[in-house]
């Protein structure tokens, strides 16, 4: 099986103090994605990534971890 992909999108958007709507619109998504993506249902593409990385102003490393299978 392939490694699963965590994130800190919600750790990140909450301290900052944004709703998933204003991520949502500053991302160009819905807020159900935000919500999907936040609850490790869905990973976004990488050009997503790359405009969260924009957005909280650091590396995608930093916000998408690989974790290994259980």
Do not use: H
Request: glycine share 2%; hydrophobic share 40%.
């Amino acid at each position: 099986m392939l490694p699963t992909i965590s994130n800190r999108i919600k750790e990140l958007r909450t301290a900052r103090e944004w709703t998933q709507e204003q991520l949502a619109q500053a991302a160009g998504v819905s807020r159900q994605s935000i919500n999907s993506i936040e609850r490790n249902r869905y990973v976004p593409s990488l050009e997503l990534a790359l405009i969260f990385a924009r957005l909280f102003a650091c590396p995608t490393d930093q916000i998408f971890q690989l974790e290994k299978e259980k």
